[in-house]
């Protein structure tokens, strides 16, 4: 079959390899994948080296890539819940891989996504989304509701993300909001904490692109920092939360300016959440934490969050119309590499 693997930074290619075959309590799966930019830098700590395997896989370079996926599924191996999982479904895989030890503190207390050695399908190895199949045990993998076709689908890996960012914010509904980088990552975070009933929702983002997909999928007040100033921005959250501030302020963007403006939007004994991956270490203004009271919280990815959504998702709870519209292109499995991986980081750099 074909797949993309990951070598090294820089360095990705579409390779033949064999086609897998499920093992006992494994499902394989035909899959459609999103992009998958996060290593072209530099190789991220939750991947192996070329030389060191990654100690949950036992995997080294290369990695078939691709972690956002869904697909359908075409053969179950021994042990499967076929009354779950079925030749034919179509599913989404949550692809958090961690040690799964009863001695490691934090799989044994239910949060994988703490462990010391976590790593995500596609990422660490056991095989990626950028192939043709792949074979995942059972217990990662969900079936899709039947009105949700597979390109949305795949966006479920990251709607995951926002999903655990809002539910592990101080969010309630009739809070209002602040989202600083209207990436994917901010777009669903605005469409989780509108489905939950934020009362206002302000975003700022330098893209005009990405400007108008927040217009799009519900902001009240979409704002841009390469014309308006930080003190104009802040001033139009304040005239809009009726001089408090935001309940909640989310940084999807993982930037100086931005953890800076997240400290003057946010409400006294309000809440800063960061979802970036920041690439830099940041100047914290412990003043203003102290001064405001402030909570400023992060997360790491999610963990065991995917059946939660899809059963929001499936009692009609979280709409999934206009998700389309955070899909830029479709591109057949061939042009991943050149077309895909490479003309979005030319493009835009990293999204997250």
């Known amino acids: 079959?074909?797949?993309?693997?990951?070598?090294?930074?820089?360095?990705?290619?579409?390779?033949?390899?064999?086609?897998?075959?499920?093992?006992?309590?494994?499902?394989?799966?035909?899959?459609?994948?999103?992009?998958?930019l996060h290593s072209?830098?530099?190789?991220?700590?939750?991947?192996?080296?070329?030389?060191?395997?990654?100690p949950v896989t036992q995997e080294t370079l290369p990695v078939v890539m691709g972690h956002e996926f869904s697909g359908t599924v075409v053969e179950t191996g021994e042990g499967v819940d076929t009354g779950r999982i079925a030749v034919g479904q179509p599913v989404v895989v949550e692809p958090v891989l961690s040690c799964m030890k009863d001695t490691c503190p934090f799989c044994s207390a239910g949060s994988r996504n703490l462990c010391r050695n976590l790593t995500f399908i596609g990422i660490g190895g056991c095989g990626g989304g950028l192939a043709e199949y792949i074979c995942v045990d059972q217990r990662l993998v969900f079936p899709l509701p039947s009105h949700v076709p597979l390109d949305i689908g795949a966006l479920m890996e990251p709607l995951s993300v926002a999903w655990h960012a809002v539910k592990r914010s101080s969010f309630k509904a009739g809070?209002?909001?602040f989202i600083l980088g209207a990436g994917p990552i901010g777009l669903l975070v605005l469409r989780v904490v509108k489905a939950f009933g934020a009362s206002w929702i302000g975003v700022s983002e330098p893209a005009l692109k990405r400007r108008d997909l927040a217009g799009i999928n519900g902001a009240d007040a979409v704002y841009d920092?390469?014309?308006?100033?930080?003190?104009e921005i802040i001033s139009r959250v304040l005239q809009a939360t009726s001089a408090r501030g935001a309940d909640v302020v989310f940084d999807c963007a993982g930037s100086q300016p931005t953890l800076d403006t997240a400290f003057l939007a946010v409400r006294p004994r309000g809440t800063i959440m960061n979802v970036a991956v920041w690439g830099t270490r940041p100047q914290l203004d412990i003043e203003s934490l102290t001064a405001k009271e402030v909570i400023l919280s992060s997360i790491l990815g999610y963990d065991r969050v995917h059946a939660d959504v899809l059963k929001s998702i499936a009692k009609g709870q979280f709409k999934v119309d206009g998700l389309e519209t955070l899909i830029t292109r479709r591109i057949p499995l061939e042009d991943v590499v050149e077309k895909g991986i490479k003309a979005l980081h030319a493009r835009e750099g990293r999204t997250r």
């Open 1 to 36: 079959m074909r797949a993309v693997r990951y070598y090294g930074p820089g360095d990705i290619r579409l390779d033949h390899i064999p086609d897998p075959s499920p093992g006992k309590g494994q499902v394989k799966i035909r899959v459609l994948c999103g992009s998958d």
């Open 40 to 54: 072209w830098h530099e190789i991220l700590s939750l991947s192996p080296t070329s030389t060191s395997p990654h």
């Open 175 to 177: 809070d209002s909001v």
């Open 225 to 231: 920092p390469t014309t308006q100033s930080r003190d």
